[in-house]
């Protein structure tokens, strides 16, 4: 349903979300930052279920572009932390959906967008743990780092040098693990 005339819409209520949570969404607000007034609103969406709805369905259409973009690099770091850093606004909206994954509907979203990611990664994430003969361990490692990294992300440290960081710490925990 998303066009021309919805767009600013979509993009204010993902940017909104993305920074305070689904319990920020308001008509007023969303329509006060657009800068139009809320039977704009209800004329483009009815209710706000039916614009939740759309953002999910927004965040998907995103998720689909990170996930071809991820699968064109050849390396984790420092290739996908660029990437990462142009969907900043996306992984910190998949990081609300996480925190409200209660709700079936954001829950159900989470996980086919989680799909998409793990399926971009998961060969140069196993090459890049060294774990190319272990693919199924290092994908039950990436489940667990990415519950973790949606846990620690936030506006403010979402940067080159601490994504750069934390997958220094990722990988150097692994290595700790390994037998000597």
Known sequence: ??????????????????????TSLSVELVSRKVGKNKSSFYHHFGELNVFISELLSHH????????????????????????FLQYKVDFLFHKQLRIERGNTDYERCFEEVHALFESAIEETWAEYLQMEQQKQLAKTFLRLVSENF????????????????????????LNQLKPK
Not at 60 to 78: Q, V
Request: glycine share 8%; aromatic share 10%.
């Open 60 to 83: 998907l259409e995103r998720a689909k572009l990170l996930a071809t973009e991820l699968e064109g690099c050849e390396s984790i770091r420092p290739g996908m932390i660029h990437v």
């Open 150 to 173: 949606l846990l620690q992300i936030t506006e403010e440290n979402y940067t080159f040098d601490w994504l750069n960081s934390y997958l220094s710490e990722v990988s150097g925990m």
């Open 1 to 22: 349903m998303s066009t021309t005339k919805t767009k600013p819409w979509i993009e204010v209520g993902y940017q909104l979300v993305a920074a305070s949570g689904f």
